[in-house]
């Protein structure tokens, strides 16, 4: 099968996921109910959920850096995060944006090893974090799961995220290729860097806290008050399937998890799907200055050639 029909294929097919799931969704809801929810948080409240997802791209940007030589501005860096934020609103999955970075960092550090490895490691100190978070709360949310059948999906995660990161720091997959070596390579730096590994980590924490709020701030709109420890479960959980690149940016993944997870604690079926909408909408409003970066990058390209 050649290439791009593969893609072709992978494209429909998330279309697809993405149109079930919004579909099975939307099937259970009341719509006129749903709507009046979601307009209840009004342009204000969006704006005030957006501003949190900005300061958490400034926050990874300068964990980003840190990973990087010094060579490397955060100004310069913080364009190029912004626009991986909002290609991550368009691309299947969470990833996209990360690729779109590594394409334009490499432009500069023409080291596609630098590139991948700092690209990777933020992202990894970024779901490290989650799912400290996710596993640390989830003793004092576990008696609100009852007999779900995905009671246990917290500590499957975490438990399958400790086994990755075994396999792939300590086995070291894939050391006999040239290019993976370096990338170990930069990992075996790093490791002796404490002070950074440090500074990494409680920055990932600001970045997590930063997206609980983004939620909490919607659901007050909302007229809802979800218990903070249950965020710091249900998120995560979330947060990883939406990752699974099987659908649309998480579409319809992401609105069957809310309902799911939230319907636990009695909140309706209608709420839960404009929450996460309208999470999927702030995240969106606080990429748009990535669409801006890039038109103005795209320009300045155009201008050189």
Known sequence: MAPGTRKTLLLIVKLAVSSLSLYV???KIDIREFALMFARIGPLYFVLAALPYIVAQAASTWRWK????EKFRFRRLFSLY???????SFLPGLIGGDAVKAYYLNKDARKISLTLAS????????YASLMIIGISAFPFAAGYF????????MPLIF???????????????GRSFSSVGEIYDYFGRLKSRKDVIVKAVLLSFVVQFLNF???IILALAMGENIPVVLLFVFLPIIITVTTIPISMSGLGVR??????LLGLIGVRPEVATSLSLSWFFANFLGGLPGLVAYIRRTGMSEAGS
Do not use: Q, T
Request: no cysteine.
């Open 25 to 27: 969704v939307f099937s």
């Open 213 to 215: 709020l983004m939620v």
């Open 146 to 153: 009852g007999k779900a059948a995905y009671r246990w999906l």
């Open 82 to 88: 912004m626009i991986g934020s909002f290609f991550n």
């Open 119 to 126: 690209v990777f490691m933020d992202r990894y100190f970024g």
């Open 66 to 69: 840190l990973l990087l030589p």
């Open 159 to 173: 438990a399958a995220f400790v086994a990755g990161s075994v396999l792939f720091f300590r086995l070291k997959l």
């Open 255 to 260: 609105e069957g998890s809310f309902v799911l």
